[in-house]
């Protein structure tokens, strides 16, 4: 633009009957393949999630409404989606200090539940669910999600989670990987029947597919294009 003629605030708007409208800001929209993904439709599907799993006293897991963050990382060349979200009071009151073994799992199913709603909602799948305790997300002093500070806390590994998911370190629906044989035919293979069981990561499939051909072609000294 013409100096002078604009002020770039970062802010993302639209404008409607001559009226700007300001709706987030342009750091934290997420682009996955060209895609636009914002952060505030994320978190409203994740806080939406109605939990299959329920607590002791026969109630649902769930989420504050209005405290959850989704944010990008990029990792290994592409972007991912994050999220972290607080849970309500009355899933915390019904945790015992250290979660159990069942509630561990209860905790489990609740955030693949949470996977499945925002994948149905947004179409997208997230690399990672932290859930926090109530009242730790920090906001703003007019009182917004301050995402870049969530982002900030992951990656300096000062969140404090009640459990955790992570989808580099799981399969999609905790299903079994192929074996070490089945992974090598099946990689090296354009049309792999099974391809879609090999992206533990949330990440874009051609771009894991890419990647793992490579480094076998390395190990078994052929060309990645064979």
Not at 64 to 73: Q, W
Not at 170 to 188: N, R
Not at 195 to 222: M, N, S, Y
Request: proline share 5%.
């Amino acid at each position: 633009t013409v100096a002078g003629s604009f002020l770039r605030t970062g802010d993302l708007g639209f404008i409607h009957h001559d009226e700007v409208f300001i709706c987030g800001r342009i750091k934290d929209m997420v682009i996955i393949h060209g895609k636009n993904y914002y952060p505030h439709d994320l978190e409203r599907s994740g806080e939406a999630t109605i939990a299959t799993a329920t607590t002791a006293d026969g109630s649902g897991l769930s989420l504050r409404p209005g405290c959850s963050a989704a944010f990008g990382y990029r990792i290994y060349g592409t972007e991912a989606i994050l999220y972290v979200a607080e849970l309500s009071d009355a899933a915390m009151a019904a945790l015992d200090n250290v979660p159990s073994l069942k509630q561990q799992e209860q905790l489990e199913t609740f955030m693949h539940d949470i996977r499945k709603e925002i994948q149905a909602a947004q179409g997208v799948s997230v690399a990672f669910i932290g859930l926090v305790a109530p009242r730790t997300i920090p906001k703003t002093s007019s009182g917004k999600i301050a995402r870049q500070w969530v982002k900030k806390g992951y990656l300096e590994g000062t969140l404090k989670y009640i459990h955790a998911w992570n989808g580099l370190d799981h399969g999609e629906d905790d299903t079994a990987l192929p074996s070490a044989d089945q992974l090598q035919s099946e990689v090296l293979a354009p049309d792999a029947k099974h391809a879609d069981r090999l992206d533990p990561t949330g990440l874009p499939l051609p771009f894991v597919l890419d990647e793992l051909r490579k480094i076998l072609a390395q190990c078994i000294k052929r060309s990645p294009e064979t």
